[in-house]
């Protein structure tokens, strides 16, 4: 039987005290946009897989209402330009996210690299290092799709999914930034043979006093869970700019 909570709340406060990281962010559009902007061009000019692509899909791929996806990892990640790391401790794999952070928080600001591998680090002992930037159906309600993602939660056990919300407007109080979850009374592990990319769809239908919507506001723009101790779904009605999804 599950004894720990279920789902764990933290700020990015939390994670970079003494800067308002997360008054900025819940308050100022401008400075969210160039984060997210950054992340994405960041991670899509170091991903070997965007690396041959035509000048016309790099386009679509980075366009804001587009999903994209790769690796969090930067220090010890297998990212373009990561031969050189070693050589050169100045080689920063989030460059445009490292000027943003910077131009909105100060000198003492983290650099991109160490903002994306203190989120993934949540991950656990054992991370996949996998990151999706995910925008989904907005603004209309969808039936919920209940699931999990792997079923697995590492070697440890300690492995988790890490959610950074993206508001869809300033001083935003409410839902629809973050998955639903359902909490599960005892875990739930996937089968020795099922594929690790896919995900453990749940058909039955599900009472509507057992699911929990995580709220986002300021001190709480990040949730996380292990995959074995919940299901999840996209919420009833997407309200937000993205959800980023580090594994």
């Not at 902007?37 to 980075?62: C, V």
């Not at 297998?78 to 401790?89: A, L, P, Q, V, Y």
């Not at 943003?100 to 000198?107: A, D, H, I, Q, T």
């Not at 869809?168 to 592990?189: I, M, Q, R, W």
Request: charged content about 25%; aromatic content about 8%; glycine content about 6%.
């Amino acid at each position: 039987k599950i004894q720990h909570s279920h789902i764990e709340t933290l700020s990015l406060d939390d994670l970079f005290p003494n800067l308002q990281f997360s008054y900025t962010f819940a308050t100022n559009t401008e400075f969210r946009n160039g984060i997210r902007n950054a992340m994405r061009e960041d991670i899509f000019n170091t991903t070997p897989t965007y690396a041959n692509l035509s000048e016309k899909a790099k386009r679509m791929l980075l366009l804001p209402d587009s999903s994209l996806q790769g690796s969090w990892r930067c220090k010890g990640g297998s990212w373009i330009g990561s031969e050189t790391e070693s050589k050169d401790d100045n080689t920063l794999r989030m460059r445009e996210l490292t000027k943003v952070l910077k131009e909105y928080l100060g000198n003492e600001a983290p650099t991109g690299d160490v903002f994306m591998d203190t989120i993934g680090e949540l991950c656990g002992s054992t991370p996949q290092t996998h990151w999706i930037d995910i925008v989904g159906v907005l603004d209309r309600r969808i039936p919920h799709s209940w699931h999990q993602d792997t079923g697995r939660s590492g070697p440890r056990g300690d492995s988790k999914t890490v959610l950074l919300g993206f508001p869809p407007k300033d001083n935003y109080n409410g839902l629809g930034v973050f998955s639903h979850v359902v909490k599960l009374e005892h875990e739930a592990c996937a089968t020795e043979d099922h594929p690790p990319q896919q995900p453990i769809l749940y058909k039955q239908p599900i009472d509507e006093d057992y699911i929990i919507r995580p709220k986002f506001q300021v001190g709480n723009e990040i949730i996380m869970y292990r995959d074995i101790d919940v299901l999840h779904s996209a919420p009833d009605v997407a309200y937000r700019t993205s959800v980023m999804r580090f594994m």
